[in-house]
């Protein structure tokens, strides 16, 4: 009880000496404010940017591998083979059809085609631009297709390739202005007549402009395949992939890609020492290639707010033996009526410690005001986690600057100390 009690008599004494010497105290805390700021100002920013590209690429689902017949990025020798991938044949429906009689660690199946530039019509409203997209059955569980009105495909209307579409946010209002009702009408695509049998709730752009269902129409795989060549495993037809979704308890969907390609290897009649005529791709590796580059710029951060960090932490320094020196004859005192030497060297270390973390906590409101900017679609968000690594530099900075100070204040003898005025 002793100890806790001298413990906080040295934060009462290191919150007084800040007070008493305010000026200084700001003009010694703004070089750490400065390195703290540029360092999670950075950090804030580049996981800002980071997670604002992932969420981008969420239209390709999560934990789900794609069956394609080209990779989605390079190996790992940093080249794309394009002359060996674009003579593969694309994925099939009957390759379809024997992942789902097959596969056993997949919890969903399905497999889609898609057709930009198309033009949607009704009467004399016309949309042009837009993804025309065909899924199969398990295409809801592959990717998120939030119904707002209407209702999502039957399975007669999948194995049937029945004309009944479901309409994108922005297709739905150019064609059908005003509030309109989409459901239940006819629209027009290629020409021929489809049912609008719902509408998919409105997305929003993404922040890299990736696809969004808000300019996309879906309509039945067979459906489309009534419009389109596609399907067949032909090299040179529209390009279909096959989506699969794994189970949660395969972590890494190990399991799952072992036997995709393993039975695709047999499926295909592929030797033991030929290549795969295929890619199995994950959309984890986009995000992997992401990391990766802002990693860089991370460490670009670190860089340029470390020296305005070294800058401070020798400031603080500076003021701790100025303010030792200004302090001996009191230190005396104080070991002279019984002080121990750990409250002298907590007394001081503590008021660099304080010193530190107000700087940083400068910096930290600082970057806090930076989540107010507008940024376009990019949402910067001070997340916890650089809060407390701001927090963290600051008090190791404050430790090891005040360390030598205090641990000289700390052995100065009592009967010298007081004879020093």
């Known amino acids: 009880m002793f100890v806790i009690t001298q413990i906080f008599e040295s934060f009462r004494f290191a919150a007084k000496a800040l007070r008493s010497n305010l000026l200084r105290t700001i003009l010694s805390l703004l070089g750490v404010t400065v390195g703290i700021f540029a360092i999670i100002a950075v950090l804030t ?250 990693d860089v710029v991370g460490l670009a951060g670190w860089v340029i707010g470390g020296f305005s960090i070294l800058v401070g932490g020798f400031g603080i320094a500076n003021i701790m033996f100025v303010s030792v020196k200004e302090r001996t004859s009191i230190i005396g005192l104080q070991k002279s009526l019984g002080a121990k030497n750990y409250f002298i060297l907590f007394q001081f270390l503590f008021e660099a410690i304080f010193l530190s973390l107000i700087g940083g906590l400068g910096g930290l409101v600082l970057v806090w005001f930076i989540t107010f900017i507008p940024m376009g679609s990019l949402e910067v968000v001070l997340t916890l986690k650089n809060i407390v690594l701001g927090l963290g530099v600051s008090t190791v900075i404050g430790l090891v600057s005040g360390i030598v100070p205090a641990a000289m204040a700390a052995r100065l003898d009592p009967v010298a100390a007081i004879r020093s005025n």
């Open 45 to 294: 920013i580049v996981d800002s940017l980071e997670k604002n590209i992932k969420d981008s690429f969420n239209f390709l689902g999560t934990g789900v591998v794609y069956v394609d017949k080209w990779p989605y990025t390079a190996d790992n020798n940093g080249e794309y083979k394009w002359w060996e991938f674009w003579r593969r044949p694309n994925p099939s429906y009957s390759e379809y059809k024997f992942f789902q009689a097959n596969l056993k660690h997949a919890d969903a199946i399905a497999i889609l085609a898609r057709k930009g530039n198309m033009v949607i019509r009704r009467n004399s409203n016309s949309i042009g631009q837009i993804m025309l997209v065909g899924g199969s059955e398990n295409y809801d569980k592959i990717f998120e297709v939030d119904v707002s009105s209407g209702r999502y495909f039957t399975l007669d209307e999948l194995e049937g390739g029945r004309n009944v579409v479901l309409l994108g946010a922005e297709v739905a209002n150019a064609l059908f202005p005003n509030g309109e009702d989409a459901v239940g009408k006819e629209v027009k695509i290629k020409n021929l007549k489809y049912i609008v049998i719902g509408v998919v709730k409105k997305e929003g752009e993404s922040f890299i402009g990736t696809p969004s269902n808000d300019y996309a129409c879906v309509i039945p795989y067979k459906a489309f395949r009534g419009l389109y060549m596609t399907g067949t495993g032909r090299w040179n037809e529209i390009g279909s992939s096959i989506g699969i979704k794994g189970k949660e308890t395969d972590i890494g969907l190990v399991e799952l890609e072992n036997e995709l390609r393993g039975n695709l290897r047999v499926r295909r009649g592929l030797k033991p020492t030929e290549k795969d005529n295929f890619a199995l791709n994950r959309p984890e590796a986009i995000a992997n290639v992401i990391g990766s580059l802002f």
